[in-house]
Antibody, heavy 122, light 108 residues
Framework: QVQLVESGGGVAQPGGSLRLSCAASGFTFNNHGIHWVRQAPGKGLEWVAVISYDASLKYFAESVKGRFTISRDNSKNTLWLQMNWLGVEDTAVYYC???????????????WGQGTLVTVSS | EVVLTQSPATLSLSPGERVTLSCRASQSVSSYLAWYQQKPGQAPRLLIYDASNRATGIPARFSGSGSGTDFTLTISSLEPEDFAVYYCQQHSNWPPLTFGGGTKVEIK
């Protein structure tokens, strides 16, 4: 069955960095784009970033552009979100989510991981 | 950026009732709208994509309709497990992908 497992969350200081990982299994990883979506405590969902199935396209929300990068290794069925210059507003549960499109990115999410909590605090 | 507005923010209902949730877009998104269900402590689950297509494994009591700027998610008869928060999301004009603020369906 399709599984996405996030890791790497934790506490970071303002201005600090964290690197989140998302390990995928149960599907052909290199056929799907993968997104990161976050949810601040008690708030709604916010799309963060996407990487296409072949890593040729990467898009970011304005709120993280220039601070976050996204990458993937299709040989390891893993992707990463490198988060730099963290601010308190980045505190959230971060989910990786599979794009439903096959070999193209449709822009909606058919499978989600369980999420990893990132807390930015001094 | 497409802004999605969901209404109402909260609905208090009883099991067996029919539910209609609304999502309005600030500009046309054609039929490129999805609905998700989220229960406390869980990740969201895709219910509907392309406005009216049920995702794999979603019960037939869930249906979606609409196009352009006005969309509806209907639950024909509420089951106890349907009490949750529902989000709409557009995938027409992106990036960015955007979500509505959510509607909480709670037990009356």
């Amino acid at each position: 069955q399709v599984q996405l497992v996030e890791s790497g969350g934790g506490v970071a200081q303002p201005g600090g960095s964290l690197r989140l990982s998302c390990a995928a299994s149960g599907f052909t990883f290199n056929n799907h784009g993968i997104h990161w979506v976050r949810q601040a405590p008690g708030k709604g969902l916010e799309w963060v970033a996407v990487i296409s199935y072949d890593a040729s396209l990467k898009y970011f929300a304005e709120s993280v552009k220039g601070r976050f990068t996204i990458s993937r290794d299709n040989s390891k069925n893993t992707l990463w979100l490198q988060m730099n210059w963290l601010g308190v507003e980045d505190t959230a549960v971060y989910y990786c989510a599979r794009d439903m499109g096959i070999s193209w990115t449709r822009g909606y999410f058919d499978y989600w991981g369980q999420g990893t909590l990132v807390t930015v605090s001094s | 950026e497409v802004v999605l507005t969901q209404s109402p923010a909260t609905l208090s209902l009883s099991p067996g009732e029919r539910v209609t949730l609304s999502c309005r877009a600030s500009q046309s998104v054609s039929s490129y709208l999805a609905w998700y269900q989220q229960k406390p402590g869980q990740a969201p689950r895709l219910l509907i994509y392309d406005a009216s297509n049920r995702a794999t494994g979603i019960p037939a009591r869930f249906s979606g309709s609409g196009s352009g700027t006005d969309f509806t998610l209907t639950i024909s008869s509420l089951e106890p497990e349907d009490f949750a928060v529902y989000y709409c999301q557009q995938h027409s004009n992106w990036p960015p992908l955007t979500f509505g603020g959510g509607t909480k369906v709670e037990i009356k």
